[in-house]
């Protein structure tokens, strides 16, 4: 990879690249790195960026828009793993382990990617050590998010599984409200549950007071109700 100044790099993908946890801490002259090897691609909504058990060839990081990471049973159903969106990054894991994609990418609205190459990703890592300890932080963070996320599969009932799903939702949100646009049936595909369950729950939620939903969003109305139900 040439060296340059990070004069030379488009100023855009600098300044965002800035903003991305993962390389936050690293010099100017390592983000010009980056921006050199990496290219911008834009995926429609519902096209699928990655398909479970292809080879790995490229680690893509959300610059705008949303993603889903979900495994599709031989029935059809879909199980969300996790939603992500600018800043966050995906398709690390089988640039690490040299194993096929673990699960399918999706794009959930237009979204706008970095996209990373396996041997320009190596080649960062190698010349660029600070982005593995980033690289560690994040995969810790979301080893943690999936103990959660099966401790609630295991120990609390669809109540607590909703309830739980919607202060994380809207912690990563504003901390009060959840956009309408996480539906019912994306809900239900992150908690292992059906539409319908979640629908009636969602009621019965805010007919007990503990959330509020309007046309545009789902708002927290009594946080400690819900955190108890949780189990949080
Ligand atoms: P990879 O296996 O290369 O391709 C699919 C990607 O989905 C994977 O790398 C991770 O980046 C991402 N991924 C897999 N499981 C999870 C999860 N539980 N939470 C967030 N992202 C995940």
Redesign the pocket.
Same mark, same amino acid.
């Given at each position: 990879m040439p060296d340059s100044s990070p004069a030379d790099a488009p100023m855009s993908v600098t300044k965002r690249l800035r903003q991305i946890p993962l390389f936050t801490q690293l010099s100017d002259a390592e983000i010009a790195h980056i921006t050199e090897a990496a290219r911008e691609k834009s995926y429609p909504k519902n096209s699928v960026i /990655?398909f479970e058990d292809d080879p &790995?060839d490229a680690l893509y990081v959300v610059l705008s828009g949303q993603v889903k990471?979900v495994l599709i049973g031989e029935d059809g159903r879909e199980v969300i /793993?996790?939603m992500?969106r600018d800043g966050d990054f995906? &398709?690390?894991?089988? /640039?690490i382990d040299d194993q096929p994609?673990?699960?399918h990418?999706i794009a959930m609205e237009e979204s706008n990617l970095l996209v990373l190459r396996r041997e320009d990703f190596r080649q960062c890592l190698e010349e660029t050590p600070r982005i593995a300890l980033g690289l560690l932080r994040a995969l810790s963070r979301?080893l943690r998010?999936?103990d959660d996320k099966i401790g609630g599969l295991v120990l609390l009932d669809v109540n607590g599984r909703v309830a739980r799903l919607l202060i994380e939702l809207a912690d990563e949100n504003d901390g009060k409200t959840i956009p309408r646009k996480v539906t019912h049936h994306t809900i239900a595909q992150m908690i292992g549950s059906s539409r319908e369950t979640v629908s009636r729950t969602i009621r019965e939620f805010a007919d007990r007071g503990l959330i509020e939903v309007s046309r545009k969003d789902i708002a927290i109305v009594d946080r400690v109700g819900l955190e108890a139900l949780a189990g949080l």
């Open positions: /990655l &790995g990471v /793993l996790s992500l995906f &398709g690390e894991m089988s /640039l994609r673990s699960a990418v979301r998010r999936a």
